[in-house]
Structure formats: C-alpha cells, structure tokens
C-alpha cells in the first residue's frame, strides 16, 4: 500500500517537473518573439506630402516667359525747385529674366520692373510691403481690386483699381480686339490709367497730378512678344 502511494507521488511529482518545464520553455518562447525585430519590408510608411506648384493660367493673356521684354518711350515733366516745369523724354525696357516655379507659385523675375508672383489666375506685384495684387484674369468691365474699404464704401472708383472700358488698338502694326483701360485713381491724379491688352500685356500709361505739375506718359514701342 505503501509502495502505490509513493509511487503516486512520485508520478505527480514528475508531472509537477513536466508542466513547469513546458511553462518556462513556452514562455522564454514568447518573451524571444516580442524582443525579434519586425521585418521591415511589410512596415508601411506613407512618402511625405509634396506640394504640387500652383499651375500658371495666365499665359494666354500675359506672356511671361524668360526673354520676352517690352520697351516704353514717353514724356514727363516735372515741376522744379523754383517753379520751373522740366520735360524729359523716357525710355524703359522691361525684360523676363527668370521664371521659377514654386510651392506658392510662378515667380517671375523682371529686369526693369517688380517681379511677378503668379497663383491660378491673379497677378500679384511683389512689393517689399507684400504682395499686392496686380491683374486678376480674366477682365472685364466694372471689375475692381484693392483697399477693401474702398471697394465697400466708395462709390467714384478711387483708390482703387477699376477697370472702366474695354477696347481695341493697334499695336505696332497688329490690332488687339480685348484691350482693358485700368484706372487706379486718387484725387491728386483724378486721370491715372494703363491700358492693358491680351496676349501682349501692358501698352500704354498715363499719370497726371493735379495742380503741381507732374505728368508720366509712356508707350509701348517695340516688343519680342508675337
């Protein structure tokens, strides 16, 4: 009788030893297949974001491409120290030194004149106080831009840029039926305006002060522009 007990307890003993055994084993296993490195092939990682420059649209009514240039001629006079008016014939030339596409947009280097910032449809002057906005295509009469108070509250089109007729000229010999005359007038120059054609760009600009003299007239005279 003895012997069957001791006997017994000596088998529960060793199935004590096997199930231990079988416990750390199987948990050494699993403590190795936490610490194993994922295998990096099936990790998946999304590529940075990449912002796609906003596409120029404008083209087909301002031809800012890189050596395209425009030449003005005109006359200023300009009242002097004293009372004198001087007259002053000027020449200009405006030319497309680099254009450079960018997260925000088209930028378009000028030699003669401020540079361009192109997004979709708008033409922004960059000026050292910001970028102003220059042309909005397409135009079209009564369109306006500018001071936002004086666009809500003015009802005479100053301080602002306002397009006020549309009409056709002839430009160094070809005509250009969709010509935009664009006033951007205060009251000390009641009669300040650029003409603005498709296809060619600006033509023609007119600025006269009132009272003191000071009147800046120019032309376009010769242009690589097709």
Known sequence: MKKHFRKDIMIMQNLKNIILIAIL??????????????????????????TQPTENKVDKYFPLRKGNYW?????????QPGGAIETANV??????IDVQETEEGTVVSL???SDYLIKGNDVYSR???GDELRLPFPLYVGQKWGYEDSI???????????VEEKLSK???????????????????????YEIFCYGIGFVEYSYE??????ERNSRLVNTNVD
């Open 91 to 96: 020449k200009r030339k405006v030319e497309v």
């Open 25 to 50: 084993t199987l948990s050494a296993f699993l403590i190795g297949f936490s610490l194993k490195p994922k295998d990096e092939s099936v990790i998946d990682v999304a590529p940075p974001a990449v």
């Open 127 to 129: 000026q050292s106080r």
């Open 170 to 192: 002839t430009i160094l010999g070809k005509k250009y039926d969709e010509c935009f005359k664009i006033t951007d007038k205060v009251i000390s120059a009641p009669t300040a």
């Open 209 to 214: 002060h009132k009272g003191t003299v000071d």
């Open 152 to 162: 809500r509250f003015r009802d005479d089109n100053f301080y602002m840029s306002y």
């Open 71 to 79: 030449e003005y001629e005109g006359i200023n006079k300009e009242t």
């Open 111 to 113: 030699d003669g004149g």
